[in-house]
């Protein structure tokens, strides 16, 4: 199975996370992986038979990062039906606790009513918000929330358990 990361980032901790941690997890177990900062995005690049991994930080008071602002309208148009989504994002659970990666929640929310399909669901126990967009439900994100501000140490792990976890749910029982 092929990844597309499509991403966005304006101080570069998501492309951090990426070239450090993701990529190199990814690799590991998909074929072919690939990706593409969101301002550089093609109409067909969403054409792909791929999993497709969002990245996403979260601006200040719960705002999309620049990129994904910019291309937002475009991508509410989008037809996502039989395409399968994981999505990560950065946040500051101390600083922003009441927006934690609300990013992850606002591109969620287009995906499904667009038709997509979204797998990579996280566990929220492990982190100290008080409100976010990203909720799938009281226990989980809708995908891999990274905290590069306070929790930088814990990267790593989050990100291989992840990956793990996509490709486990990919590729049931091998």
């Known amino acids: 199975m092929n990844v597309k990361i499509i991403y966005g980032s304006d101080t570069g901790n998501t492309d ?3 070239e450090t941690y993701m990529l190199n997890e990814l690799e590991i177990h998909f ?7 969101i301002y550089n995005i093609q109409e ?6 791929a999993l497709f991994i969002i990245g996403i930080p979260t601006w200040y008071d719960g705002e999309l990062q620049s990129d994904w602002d ?7 148009q989008l037809n996502f039906k039989g395409k399968t989504f994981a999505i ?3 946040g500051d659970q101390i600083g922003y606790g ?11 929310e287009v995906i499904l009513n667009n038709g997509g399909n979204i797998i990579g669901l996280w566990p929220t126990d492990q982190y100290e918000f008080s409100a976010s967009k990203a909720l799938a439900d009281a226990n989980h994100f809708y ?4 905290d590069e501000d306070n929790e930088d140490d814990q990267t790593y792990d989050r990100v291989k358990s ?3 976890l996509l490709y486990n749910t990919c590729f049931p029982g091998t």
């Open 31 to 37: 074929n072919h992986v690939s990706h593409v900062n």
């Open 88 to 90: 990560f994002g950065l």
């Open 70 to 76: 910019t291309y937002f309208e475009e991508f509410k």
């Open 16 to 18: 951090y996370v990426i």
């Open 98 to 108: 009441e927006y934690f990666v609300d990013g992850i929640g606002i591109l969620a």
């Open 143 to 146: 995908g891999l929330a990274i």
């Open 44 to 49: 067909n690049d969403w054409d792909d038979k």
């Open 162 to 164: 992840w990956v793990e």
